[in-house]
């Protein structure tokens, strides 16, 4: 399928790994310009050139720190100054952090909240002008414990429910320009923290396996398994695209079927 995206621009936050990588992966095989954002310059770089060589499309990667509105400022700069454009916006830095109430600390709640909400919001200020004249997409990364928090769920679930929120406010603000906003509520999938617990259990135990790992954490998925980043990706990547062009405002659920609510 083609999904319109040949010659469009568009910035990931969180590029350099996982979901954000993967989005990345098939937006640039379908021939969008990407420009990967994160802190560590010499991790874009390596998966910049990994992607564009793979995709033969350019890939440029951008070290910023989405909690800073001047460093996010500058990189949306460097991105409009260098291919005139932007048409896609993926909001997907953030980390899982998860606490009960007696044990949560201000200083989780603050760099949860300012490092997803705030991250996305500077992001969606900086871009929106260049959205607007492109008629472009936004998407953001969220969980299904926005919708359906479970208990320890916090502060993650507090602030996914916020970019879940905001997806839909946004869509209704910027629907007259012709940028639409979804979310993508993510579940279980494979990753770099999920693959740095199972180095911890893995001392203790050197026989247990990284698919024994996943194989694990995938018996309460009514799937049965682990979902692939490549999975969250590409759904991101067709609400970003003109296959989607009479979508948004929705949140949809990327879990395996885990999820209690639509």
């Known amino acids: 399928m083609d999904l319109g995206v040949s010659g469009k621009v568009a910035i990931i936050t969180g590029g350099s790994n996982g979901i954000g990588r993967a989005a990345a992966e098939r937006l640039s095989r379908e021939g969008a310009l990407v420009a990967l954002v994160s802190r560590t310059q010499a991790d874009l770089d390596q998966v910049a050139g990994e992607i564009s060589g793979e995709s033969g499309h350019e890939v440029i990667g951008i070290a910023t720190d989405v909690r800073s509105e001047d460093s996010v400022k500058a990189m949306v700069q460097m991105v409009a100054d260098k291919w005139g454009r932007i048409d896609i916006l993926v909001n997907n830095a953030g980390t899982s952090s998860a606490a009960r109430f007696d044990d949560m600390t201000n200083e989780q709640i603050e760099e949860d909240f300012t490092l997803k909400v705030m991250g996305a919001i500077y992001c969606t200020r900086h871009a929106l002008p260049y959205l607007k004249a492109g008629r472009g997409a936004i998407c953001n990364t969220t969980t299904p414990g926005g919708k359906a928090p479970g208990a320890g769920s916090q502060p993650t679930a507090l602030s996914r429910a916020s970019g879940i929120s905001l997806t839909k406010t946004w869509s209704k603000e910027f629907a007259a320009d012709g940028v ?13 923290q999920h693959k740095l617990r199972w180095v911890e259990a893995n001392k203790t135990n050197p026989d ?34 003109d296959v989607a062009s009479y979508v948004t405002g929705t949140a949809i659920n990327v879990d395996g079927g885990v999820a209690p609510v639509v």
């Open 180 to 192: 639409r906003v979804n979310t993508v509520c993510v579940g279980l999938l494979k990753s770099r």
């Open 208 to 241: 247990y396996t990284l698919d024994e790992h996943y194989q694990n954490m995938g018996r309460g998925v009514p799937l049965g398994r682990v979902g692939e980043a490549a999975e969250a990706g590409d759904v991101i990547a067709f609400l970003c695209s």
